[in-house]
């Protein structure tokens, strides 16, 4: 008699752990979103440098987000399973440099990534290394400067909208969708790219869904080595 109490209690175990994994899965696919970090600080809300100093002129990490195929997301998916700062000890200085918090007051990016494991992380069946490491693999595999420099795109000029995302799909493979912000003098500029990418994390992907674009036909690619190095001291 214990024996089959025992066993059922397991497999009411079993069940409901593959209800929570069933519930992690349930998205269609991953938005790998970058930012460039000059179009970041030329805006009505300007930036503060990480305590780590001004990044290099490089796209940087937004975050990878899970999405639906309706243009839906999910978020916050498990309280329990929260940002652990341990996990990731060994991932820390490739996160400074590729992955940097931009808001103000300065930081040291684990508010920033904390946010973003427990907002969209957790709604994974990804741990947390996983997660974060799957992302910085996919902004090496993307190398979106270096893709845009070949194509002849360079900071500090102005570019057709359509050229960037012509580039970019020739370098990648795939459509990327762009989202720009507005300057100090009303231009539009390159602001972030939108990358698919399938369920685990390990490929881009045609994309299902764009998000909705708001850019000119002309936008600005800002340099960010000639902005001045003032954004640290607020």
Not at 73 to 102: A, G
Not at 115 to 128: F, N, R
Request: charged letters at 20%.
């Amino acid at each position: 008699m214990m024996k089959v109490k025992n066993s059922t209690w397991i497999q009411l175990l079993v069940l409901q752990y593959l209800l929570i994994l069933c519930a992690l899965q349930d998205f269609d696919f991953f938005y790998f979103v970058q930012q460039w970090p000059a179009s970041y600080c030329d805006s009505r809300h300007s930036c503060c440098y990480p305590k780590t100093g001004k990044p290099a002129e490089d796209f940087s990490i937004h975050g990878l987000w899970p999405n639906y195929n309706n243009g839906k997301w999910p978020s916050n998916c498990d309280r329990k399973n929260s940002f652990n700062q341990s996990e990731v000890s060994d991932l820390v200085s490739r996160m400074q440099k590729d992955w940097p918090t931009l808001a103000c007051p300065s930081g040291d990016g684990f508010k920033f990534w904390s946010h973003e494991g427990d907002k969209h992380g957790t709604c994974t069946t990804l741990d947390q290394h996983t997660y974060f490491q799957s992302a910085l693999d996919l902004k090496k595999k993307a190398n979106l400067l270096q893709v845009l420099k070949n194509a002849g795109i360079q900071p500090g000029k102005f570019y057709s909208l359509e050229s960037v995302k012509q580039a970019i799909e020739e370098g990648i493979g795939y459509a990327p969708s762009i989202e720009c912000n507005v300057d100090s003098s009303g231009n539009n500029q390159l602001f972030q790219v939108y990358l698919c990418v399938n369920t685990s994390a390990s490929n881009f992907i045609k994309c299902p869904v764009f998000p909705h674009e708001r850019c000119g036909s002309e936008i600005e690619f800002p340099s960010f080595s000639d902005q001045l190095d003032s954004h640290d001291e607020l």
